[in-house]
């Protein structure tokens, strides 16, 4: 008797196909959203992975300042996976600076070096040494050399030349005494230092490397060269810098711990690797983590960023796995309650409870056998296209960005939709084998009149609305079940777009592109200054777009207690240490200016008050950038506001080198960015942007000694080049950076990351659009004997397309205000758990309140449209034989 009841499931399913297919198509909605979703996570990981590879080294920790005797004993323990090994072989002089360059420069080193380092094969691996042309060293007497090198050789050297380097130290000449030295790279020289050479080496030039993407201004003068050394032998009398990645990314900071005691070190320093050329001294032995590659696999080394992000994590699949269940408890709720009456047969005929359970279960994994499969290969596909049509772009960081298929991924989206969908149907099941058989014989689940209070809708028995409008209220509360079936799907599709829509938004907050200009002219010569004549005749260059003379002097300030944001107080207490009455003396500020046309572009930027020239020029205003992008000594990456001024307030400042009083300036308005920056400050500096003539007035000096340019992309930049190198060649004073192309690549970054966001919300959205659609249509699907009661009573179909478009309306406001309230706590919950990790100050997201809400009550119209146009061809004697 049990295999014949359970053996109406395939009858069942067969015989009402279209009712089966909206089932099959909620659950394969939730699984395509599960898997998507899983997927655009895994290959947005494997992207950032192998740009933190790229930006700060394929290693996880390193051991600086090791000495030869035991190097072998930290690359055979146990805890390490592989290393590689580098050490300082020495310098070599390459051109020394000639007397009129010093004399423009009295800052210049007295050389310009070749810093040599032997890497072994792992090295060069973990250290992603990236090359212009050529190859990498493979024998020790093969060198690659640094672009901005050549030039200063004489001869300039090619691919497959020879060259001859004096290798030596360089000494301070005053005391003899060998300069101690840096990290792997170079900080900084003396005036008075030498150069002491001690062996003569000859190397075949075998490539050319790029220039390191994270450089300093010693790289003007301090070049990197790299040779091969397999590291067999050790000097035990020369440090060395291991970079080891370990087999185990777990407890690393403990396993690097362990592996120091086991050697018997002291006084060892341990850090956070932030650059792959980080400049630092080391006087002992130094440990640093790469923590920018390790907190994108959760294994940072700061315990409270690792749980945020897991935190954050494990919310953002709950509120998936909430929202798919949602889905499919919907699809299948509705179907029972639709067929209450044929389970009442089946209990009078002698079905148990459980055989009424068996059945709905059975349903749900049959249906679930299709769907699955089904929902993992569009979302497969889904994300195909994606990544298909992004890489037709060829545009930025996602050009490099594969599309990860990930067999844990996809095994999780199947086994996370077999529960929500056994979940999903254990509630139906339930109602279904507790239905009482008379009661369900005597009236439809669907048709069952409940009373209840109409005065929450009392708005809606208005006249204005007629009695179309009165039928609609009545019957969104007539059957309570339904009406929080239907609404509820709607709810569940705002907050899912409300949530992700905020989740986009920080990482488009993170991923901001730095300062915005093609080309940059510096002057460091003995007037420190450039002429007008030059930036007159820069302005006019072809291809030049806009020219801005940067003027920037240090000031010492005095800043009201009450103007120091309290939160940002507590990360830098040591910056207002001094205390001046009620104000802190500070001496981080720097007075800024652009030109007048710099204004310009910081009007889109303003946060509070306004910009007027003339006005700035009669207050001494300035307009302060408050926003800064700071990672806290816990780790935590932070968006947060220094200060608090606001339009009028004043601050007293006076230039760093003036012993006279300090001066006012007038607050005219707030920005949180510079006007040609696309990113936060970083340092720890507050800026006040200005117009030339206050720079003046505050500072005394009208000088400038840098200037940006914003170049059309599409004219040639041979005229602006060709007109830098004039000059230098004039002025060894002069220098110049050409960021035409690493614009190109900001551009191509922002526009790539809009694509990927608003992909991953229109994924979102399409998803939440479908899931009220398949709600709202088998709703209106399954009410077809009340239509058709409606119509057989005198309705018209024109008032009956009224009272249902009335009544999406109706629950589309509904949902609207349930669901922007639990999307926007959410939304701040999320935000709140990812504080350790990425602090960015939540707003309230109106933008996406009103769109996912607009949306909710548009896809309800739309998607009433379908049935009504297919109830509108069923004759009144079809609808009432409930022939749907």
Known sequence: MMRKYTGLTEKYLLGQKKRSLLTI?????????????????????????????????????????????????????AAIGSAGVIHRIGYAVVSQTSEKEKKENPFAAPYRYLNVKGYDSQAMNKLQVQLESGRLPQKPDEIILSSWSLNYFNPKPEIGSKITLNLGERIEASSGKVKSPNTIG????????????????????????????????????????????????????????????MKSMDKIQDKSEAIVSSL??????????????????????????????????????????????????IAIILIIMGCTSAVIYNTFHISVLERISQFGMLRCIGATPAQIRKIVLKEAAMLSLIAIPVGLFT????????????????????????????????????????????????????????????EALKTSGSTVVEQGSFKRLSFANSKWLGFEGRFASRNIRRNKKRFRITAFSMIISIVMYIVFSGLANIMGTTSASGINYSYSLDYQGGSRSIPN????????????????????????????????NPDYYQQQKGMYSVEKGNEYRTDNNYLVSYGINGLQELRPKLTSGS??????????????????????????????????????????VRSMDS????????????????????????????????TPKVFENVTGDNAYSRVFLQANPDASPKVITDYFKSLVQKDAGYSYRDRVEEMKQDRNDAITLNIFLYGFIGVIAAIAFLNILNT????????????????????????????VLLEGLFYGIFATVYGSLLGTGLSYGISYLMRNALQVEWTLPWISILIGSLGAIAATLIASYWPLRRLSRIKITDGLRGEN
Do not use: C
Request: charged share 20%.
């Open 776 to 803: 709202v249509s088998t709703n209106l699907i399954l009410r077809t004997k009340e239509f058709a009661v409606l119509k057989a009573i005198g309705m018209t179909q024109k008032e009956i397309r009224k009272m």
């Open 186 to 245: 170079d900080f900084g020289w003396d005036l008075d230092e030498k150069f002491q050479p001690h062996a003569k080496q000859q190397y075949t030039v075998v490539g050319i490397m790029k220039p390191a993407k994270n450089v300093t201004w010693s790289s003007t003068f301090i070049y990197s060269a790299i040779t091969y050394d397999d590291h067999q032998q050790t000097d035990p009398a020369k440090p060395y810098f291991i970079y080891a990645t």
């Open 611 to 652: 910009i007027d020239a003339s006005k700035m020029n009669d207050e001494n205003g300035v307009i302060v950038i408050q926003k800064i992008r700071m990672i806290t000594e816990q780790g935590t990456n932070m968006i947060i506001d220094q200060t608090r001024f606001k339009v009028g307030d004043k601050i007293q």
């Open 25 to 77: 198509i909620g659950i394969m909605l939730s699984v395509t959203l599960l898997t998507a979703i899983g997927t655009l996570a895994m290959s947005y990981q494997d992207k950032l992975v192998r740009q933190a590879t790229q930006d700060y080294g394929d290693y996880e920790v390193s051991f600086n300042g090791v000495s030869g005797n035991d190097v072998p004993r930290i690359v055979n323990q």
């Open 659 to 690: 012993h006279g009083g300090f001066k006012t300036v007038t607050v005219v308005g707030t920005a949180e960015q510079g006007p040609l920056s696309g990113d936060y400050v970083e340092s720890a500096i507050i800026q006040m942007i200005t």
């Open 533 to 564: 004549s030059v930036y007159n005749k820069l302005e006019s260059l072809e291809g030049v777009s806009q020219a801005y003379a940067f003027y920037n002097h240090q000031l010492q300030a005095l800043i009201p207690k009450e103007k120091v």
């Open 379 to 438: 979302g497969t596909i889904l994300m195909k296209v994606l990544f298909y049509n992004i890489s037709l772009l060829t545009l930025g960081f996602l050009n490099g960005m594969h599309m990860v298929i990930s067999v844990p991924v996809l095994l999780a989206a199947a086994g996370l939709g077999l529960i929500t969908v056994y979940v999903s149907a254990l509630g139906p099941a339930k109602l279904a084998s507790s239905v009482s058989p008379l």
């Open 264 to 313: 018997g070190w002291s006084n060892v320093d341990q850090g956070s690797a932030q650059e792959l050329n980080r400049e630092s001294v080391i006087k002992n032995v130094r440990i640093e983590y790469n923590n920018e590659l390790l907190k994108l696999f959760g294994k940072s080394t700061y315990d409270n960023v690792n749980q945020s992000s897991l935190y954050a994590f």
